[in-house]
């Protein structure tokens, strides 16, 4: 939610804006979103972490770790992601 950028934007003295993804939508036209299995959301519940309060909704979606940067023609000019294969590997190490 955007509370939560400007809590962070604050906390870190964050001289830029921080986009909010509502439903992932960016992130799915962009095929970097997916679905947390069970046993990852567990995880997170156990964490402190509520994705229905970070994403405004009830599903269980996250955007992949990615970066975009956009030139002022609106065109990516860098772009990287890490798949999710990676992500998968990641968590099962906690």
């Known amino acids: ?11 870190l003295a964050l001289d830029f804006e921080l986009l909010f993804d509502e439903d992932n939508m960016l992130a799915t036209n962009c095929g970097i979103s997916f679905e947390l299995q069970d046993y990852a959301n567990s995880t997170y519940n156990k964490l402190g972490i509520r994705l ?6 009830d599903n269980n979606v996250l955007p992949a770790p990615a970066v975009f940067v956009i030139d002022k023609d609106c065109r990516v000019s860098y772009r990287f992601w890490m798949s999710i294969i990676q992500i998968d590997l990641v968590l099962m190490s906690y």
């Open 52 to 57: 229905s309060e970070y994403n405004g909704n």
């Open 1 to 11: 939610m955007p509370r939560y950028n400007d809590q962070l934007r604050g906390d």
